[in-house]
């Protein structure tokens, strides 16, 4: 290895992470990398025959995969990989006999049944398709790509009721890939996620979940048009899911001015059980103690009556409450309120739109704090109105936002999130009858290894 070289370990390890971010061509790069310092090269064959197969280019994965076995002759991931590469060659027997040499191999390799299985129904063999599928499943029962394949091979030979049993089996396997998809996408495993996304929509193909899952994932990657598709894919199968119509918006351009409320309840009610650990821990969430810093520079002699807008859990009472005479909160979410009464924190807390609850309430509170809440929101520029009304002469707002590049305000397509621009903010504050307005830049959160920038800002109702 040659001075200035990344050691083997190092290529691979970054091919890796660039995988699992959704970086597949920088994958690729480092394979081949390695692959022309090492030919042969075990993990490095493997990885970049799997990239290639991804993307169907199936010629050269055989070539790279043949050059590979001949370093390593019965590797059981390395037959699988070239018998899925010969079949898209249209070498169909030559793909046959490289899975049944996987199989003999590494009998209890799912993907070698698997090969083995679509390369004889493609060949029209579907007797003998289902005699080894049904062989592969007395060595894992529920395996859904086995599943997948006997179904299909039984509906060529006109057995119905085993390809209607088989297809039951994969409905509800494609459903339980999908949510693991999803969780894969909260730890940032993106290329992960994404295959995995594909096998439950091929598993289950009516799951309007994976569709738009898949379609949310594409638009994190910057693939607009396919993120399109698969969104609208998901719209189809069912026109009334608010997560998918909110995304499918952005994607096209055309976002509304504030989120649909039932889309906020969706993901915030499902979101509750982990949110403390997963924004804290995973996502490096401080803009509660933050908020916190800001304002006691303001009200040295604390916060009075507080309403926390937007309350979720509780995240902003655990931090403001030992400097309030007393803590309220509002929330869309009955699943968040239910872990923010837990804490016993507020003296009162209501399951309301925050718009429509600010609206309505009167001047009581000296103090009105929204972390991360206008990114779920949209255009405050009324809401500013209703909070100086609802504040005390004299009372304080203190919120964050993830900032905007421009001027004015955006959904950015990828987080389903909004971003406000300072000049936007200025007008709305100004609008609203605040005064003092100060902002401070800070790292709101990270996510998938990025850094979301955002502002804290505070502004003092006049009076």
Known sequence: MSSGQEPPSALLESAAVAYRRGDPGRAETLCRQLLDEQPGQEQASLMLGGLLLHRQAHEEAARVLTAALEHHHDHPGMLVNQS????????????????????????????????????????????????QLREGLTHHPDAPPL???????????????QAMESRAALSRAGTARGREASRLVSRGELGLAESMFREAIRLHPGDHASHSGLGCLLLRLGRNDEAIASLRRAQKLAPGDRV????????????PAHADGDYVRT???AYAGEFDQHL??????????????????QCPDGFGEVLDLGCGTGLVGEHFAPLATAMDGVDLSAEMLIKAREKDLYRDLFQADIGEFVSQAQPR???VVAADVFIYFGDVTDLFKELSNCLQPGGWLAFSVESSAGAGLELHPGSGRYRHGREYLIDALEGGNFRQVEFADMVIRHELGQAIDGWLVSARAAG
């Not at 821990?281 to 006691?296: D, K, N």
């Open 84 to 131: 899925v590469a010969l079949r898209g060659c249209g070498r169909l027997e030559e793909s046959i006999d490289v899975a049944r040499r996987a199989v003999e191999v590494e009998v209890s390799l799912v993907s070698a049944w698997n090969a083995l299985g679509i390369a004889l129904i493609e060949s029209g063999r579907f007797r003998e398709a289902e005699e």
């Open 280 to 297: 804290v821990e995973q996502l490096g969430y401080r803009v509660p103690e933050a908020l916190r810093g800001m304002l006691e520079v």
């Open 267 to 269: 993901v915030f009610d």
């Open 244 to 255: 998918t119509r909110h995304f499918l918006a952005a994607a096209l351009g055309e976002p």
């Open 365 to 367: 509170w000296q103090t």
């Open 147 to 161: 599943l997948h394949h006997l179904s299909q091979a039984a509906a060529a030979q006109g057995e119905h009721t």
